[in-house]
């Protein structure tokens, strides 16, 4: 649809816009970023100034940024997507070339007063290109060979971009979210199949040639891969961070061990404790209920979303709230699964908690979207 | 291009069959989670929750305080001070040789200590704290703690030390406390953890390391959290230990004092024994080092000193060291003959001055010789040729059989380090110890305290306390464990003659009170005493004793000493044992010269419960007054139940 399409009088205008807002969407939001911040005031040592306040500084822009995104009429994502998505291909090179270098990899890129991570934007853009994409394509085209390559070029593109930096994680979320992307779409599922079946092939291969005459990767390299899936065959190397973590989650018990009292946290136990593993300092400190209350919020936030995609007649408004709530799904549940010991420690921050401006404000903009999204819906 | 409608249904099916699908896998994903979280945070708890203890809390030791030492009048004789010093962690110093440089302004440290500690701290982890001080003044502290801020990772800290503040005087006695070393470790069968602590202080020698057990106390426990780096965050729980016990010695913090004052830099050494209980007043070797230098680690130069010492300062010669009695060794084999019925109080030996033996002469002190001589003035006038011809009559298994009976020869357990057992010598002795045959030559030696015959002070005194009861005295070193008192032995009677004891009272009595004593010339007689000492041995290893008790009723005690040079020093001792300390005059000795036939006996002092037997003695106590109490009554001869007046004094030589 065009914004021609979209008639003035069937969707909300003015200040009336804030009474159609998916208001559910924005006290779940509230209520995780605000847990977030408790726990980064409490793996801080209750010294708020070094991770709370700048967190609390952006939550606030990015949900002022979330409620002006929301006035936005839904159309202008779609004129905009494939703008957005070349302008992150865009970043993404600059960050290649003169990108800002951190922990050995460069993902940053400064731009005076704010520094940019280019590759969460691309998650965004991402999902709106192709869901302006699977909007302007006839839906009985979606499953043929040439127009399912083309998103396919699309999402690895920036994936190989992300890659070079490096970064895996991002690279594998983009190709998760991508991928959902299409599957919500309709893309035939064979295709799904095929891509699942040639990896898991592929992967078994690799791991089956070990030891025999066509070895396809050098020796140290599956002992990377041993590492990477088990970590605790290396447990002061990469299995300590992952070890304490466990320790840390599974001591929490039913109701943990208070606030500001995790022995694993604040004796500096965990590794990463304010980004990547602050759900294990929640999970030691609030127990069980803490962790299965946040689950419970994520999942809310979830189940709002897709409510909000499945009664909007809009296709492209739709796609776009699926992508980015699966996006948002693919942050947690990656987080949880790799502090849990479930998936290999791939650095994905737990949504809203994580200490990280980028990421933050990146997220709560894209809610803005899907607030734009369910606003705007004809009705 | 607007959308058809049916477009649009069809879209909106499509995304909803698609939206559910996923949302499926999603719910299924966030099941798993859950599940696993429950697996983890419920199911598996507590195996976490001990892990997540481990980690972080340690239990730390709190060392005891050890236990005191007072003297029989609650005078602490070995204390606890506070041991002030700064230490150093590099990980909070930043820049630990800028950090350093600015200590330099507050404490006196070398160049090469600096680089040496600089060095030490290079070594250690981060997070060790390394000291940087030891033994700092309060004021140095202070400065060291106002400063801080200017010195970051230095700590000041505080601990408890070993001190002995009456320094040198129970050096010997107490022996003293060290650091814990391997090898100390390797000789306990199940080390307590608290001495694994760097700053523990285990007893080395003496008492310290006899009594160990009872002056460590018990560790207290702290429970603390740990951070991954091992350094302390807080304090989750604190068990306070005990302080070991307090120990209360027999010795006379004044009286031991005052020994080892009067000794001096001599080799020497003396013990003053309480006749009655046993109880060692003294116990003084000389000359002393001072223990505080072991504590602190003693220094290189220092030690060798000590060492190499031909007086062997380190030495405890009150029990260590073994010497040859002397004429102090006679009562023994009189009380042997005496006992054995093969001469009594009336037997007299003819003295020309010597005697000749299997063709050999054996010279009496006296070369004019003492004419006839009985078992009184044998020990009067100490005449060697009485006990030649005893030894002869009677046999050295007699007299070594007595010299056991009354303590020589025997070892004496006490909490002292390597407590020499002395030599009572008899046949089965030489065979066994030099393959030979027991001569007769050596029956006449031993008989005056010579030859194979050899006794410590402590030995020595005991056989005057026994002579002086008649019951088998024991000394007795520790009054009270933790207030509750070592009972006083009830010392069997030795089973000998009164009357027997009583002729042997009378002679060591007129050693000093008689008026041909070989002491009669000494400035102080107390009582009944008797001394010897050996000849003809030059050098520092000149070798004399005294022996003696007093008669004072109240006042017992008997004095053990060896050593020559000790000798003329024994008098203000003897003085002091009997009037109490600082009331017996320190009035030059007037003794000091030669004794008749060149024998400087002594002085040997001597206590009451000989005088108890104070008819051994009639005449008495007004010499002790006259002379040890004049200038300062002393009380307790005041009641003494001396009869002044007793007799005047006769020729003095």
């Keep these: 649809m065009s914004y021609l399409d979209y008639s003035s009088d069937q969707t909300p205008t003015g200040w009336r816009k804030i009474l159609y807002l998916n208001w559910p ?29 700048p967190q609390l500084e952006r939550f606030v822009v990015g949900m002022a940024a979330m409620f ?32 800002h270098n951190a922990m050995g990899a460069q993902r940053w890129l400064d ?129 300590y961070n992952i070890t304490q973590a466990q320790i840390a989650l599974g001591s929490g018990g039913w109701s943990g061990r208070g606030f500001m009292q995790g022995t694993q946290s604040r004796l500096n136990f965990l590794p990463e404790k304010h980004t990547d593993f602050i759900f294990t300092t929640l999970a030691e400190e609030f127990g069980f209920v803490g962790t299965i209350s946040l689950l419970g919020l994520y999942t809310l936030i979830l189940a709002f979303c897709l409510y909000s995609a499945l009664t909007n007649r809009d296709r492209f408004a739709s796609l776009l709230t699926l992508g980015i709530a699966a996006t948002f799904f693919l942050y947690f549940a990656v987080n949880m699964g790799m502090v849990m010991g479930l998936l290999p420690v791939v650095g994905v921050p737990l949504p809203m908690v994580s200490y990280g401006g980028t990421q933050l404000m990146i997220l709560l903009m894209a809610f803005g979207v899907v607030q734009s999204a369910h606003v705007n819906r004809p009705r | 291009m607007k959308k058809s409608p049916r477009e649009v249904i069809e879209s909106s099916r499509s995304i909803t069959r698609r939206g559910l699908m996923l949302t499926g896998i999603q719910a299924a994903v966030v099941a798993t989670l859950g599940w696993r979280l429950k697996s983890m945070q419920l199911d598996r708890a507590d195996e976490f929750r001990l892990l997540s203890d481990g980690n972080s809390v340690k239990l730390r030791l709190l060392p005891p305080a050890r236990g005191l030492i007072h003297d029989r009048h609650g005078v602490i004789i070995a204390g606890n001070e506070a041991n002030y010093r700064a230490t150093i962690t590099r990980e909070e110093a930043g820049d630990p040789g800028a950090v350093i440089a600015r200590l330099r302004h507050l404490i006196p440290m070398t160049d090469t200590a600096a680089a040496a500690l600089l060095a030490d701290i290079g070594r250690r982890s981060a997070i060790t704290p390394v000291v940087v001080a030891d033994r700092l003044t309060w004021d140095q502290f202070a400065s060291i703690a106002v400063n801080a801020p200017a010195l970051p990772g230095v700590t000041p800290e505080s601990g408890l030390s070993r001190s002995y503040p009456r320094g040198g005087d129970f050096a010997h006695v107490l022996g003293y406390v060290g650091p814990v070393s391997d090898y100390d470790l390797s000789k ?9 602590l760097p700053e523990f202080q285990l007893g080395k020698l003496g008492v310290e390391a006899k009594l160990e057990t009872d002056l460590r106390g018990k560790a207290g426990t702290r429970r603390v959290e740990v951070n991954s780096a091992g350094r302390e965050m807080r304090e989750l729980e604190r068990i306070e230990g005990e302080q070991g016990a307090t120990v209360q010695m027999t010795l006379d913090a004044a009286l031991q004092n005052f ?35 072991f504590v602190r680690g003693i220094s290189g130069p220092d030690y060798r000193a000590l060492m190499e010492h031909d007086h062997r300062p380190l030495a405890d010669k009150t029990v260590q060291g073994v010497y040859p009695p002397g004429s102090t060794f006679k009562m023994v084999p009189l009380l042997a ?9 009336g037997t007299h030996y003819y003295c ?93 030696n031993a ?64 050693v000093m009170n008689g008026d041909r004593g070989t002491a009669a010339r000494a400035d102080h007689r107390a009582g009944m005493a008797h001394g010897g000492q050996d000849r003809d041995q030059p050098g520092p290893q000149h070798h004399g004793s005294r022996t003696g008790a007093g008669r004072d009723l109240e006042r017992p005690a008997a004095v053990g000493a060896a050593r020559p040079r000790a000798v003329r020093l024994l008098c203000p001792v003897r003085r002091a044992a009997l009037c109490g300390v600082g009331r017996g005059r320190t009035r030059r000795r007037r003794v000091g010269g030669r004794g008749p036939g060149g024998a400087r006996h002594p002085a040997v002092r001597p206590g009451g419960r000989a005088a108890a037997a104070g008819r051994l003695s009639p005449r008495p106590a007004r010499r002790d007054r006259g002379d040890a109490c004049k200038d300062a009554p002393c009380a307790r001869h005041g009641r003494a139940g001396v009869r002044p007046g007793a007799g005047l004094r006769g020729r003095r030589r």
């Design chain 2, 259 to 293: 020994a080892i004052q009067r000794l001096g830099e001599e080799s020497a050494a003396a013990v003053v024994l309480d006749v009655q209980t046993g109880d060692i007043l003294a116990s003084a070797s000389a000359p002393t080092f001072d223990p505080n230098l």
């Design chain 2, 447 to 510: 008989s005056i305290g010579q030859g194979y015959v050899l006794a410590s002070p402590l030995q020595l005194a005991v056989m005057t306390a026994r002579v002086a009861t008649g019951r088998e005295v024991r000394p007795r070193l520790v009054r009270a464990v933790d207030g509750t008192p070592v009972p006083v032995g009830d010392f069997p009677d030795l089973g000998l003659s009164d009357a027997h004891l009583r002729i042997a009272r009378a002679g060591m009595d007129a």
């Design chain 1, 111 to 239: 731009l005076g007063p704010i520094k940019l991570q280019p590759s969460e934007l691309t998650k965004i853009a991402l999902v709106l290109l192709l869901a302006a994409y699977y909007d302007w394509l006839d839906l009985d085209r979606v499953s043929r060979p040439l127009w399912v390559l083309i998103p396919v070029v699309l999402i690895l593109t920036p994936t190989a971009l992300v890659l070079v930096q490096p970064d895996l994680g991002t690279s594998l979320m983009l190709v998760a979210g991508g991928g959902i992307m299409m599957f919500v779409a309709g893309v035939s599922l064979w295709y799904f199949g095929a891509v699942i079946a040639a990896v898991g092939g592929l992967v078994f291969a690799v791991l089956k040639s070990r030891g025999t005459d066509w070895q396809l990767l050098h020796d140290y390299q599956f002992r990377r891969i041993d590492t990477f899936l088990d970590p605790t065959t290396d447990p002061l190397g990469a299995g």
């Design chain 1, 68 to 99: 002006a995104l929301a006035f936005v009429p839904i159309w202008f994502w779609r004129s905009i997507s494939v703008v957005a998505y070349v302008a992150c291909l865009a970043l993404l090179v600059m960050v290649d070339v003169i990108g």
């Design chain 2, 188 to 196: 306990i069968e199940n080390p307590d953890p608290v001495l694994m």
């Design chain 2, 352 to 444: 020309p001055g010597h005697t000749t033996v299997a063709g050999r002469r054996f010279h009496c002190w006296s070369r004019a010789g003492h004419g006839s001589v009985g078992p009184v003035a044998s020990l009067e006038r100490s005449c060697d040729v009485f006990y030649y011809e005893l030894a002869q009559k009677i046999g050295i298994d007699r007299i070594a059989a007595m010299a056991r009976r009354l303590g020589i020869g025997v070892r004496h357990e006490l909490p002292m380090s390597a407590i020499a057992e002395g030599i009572a010598p008899d046949r089965a002795w030489k065979r066994a110890r030099h393959d030979q045959e027991w001569q007769v030559g050596d029956s006449i």
């Design chain 1, 25 to 53: 969407l924005v006290f779940l939001l509230a209520s995780v970023a605000s847990a977030g911040l408790l726990m980064l005031y409490s793996v801080s040592g209750g010294r708020a100034e070094v991770w709370a306040e």
């Design chain 2, 337 to 345: 003959g005496l006992e054995s019925g093969l001469i009594d109080g």
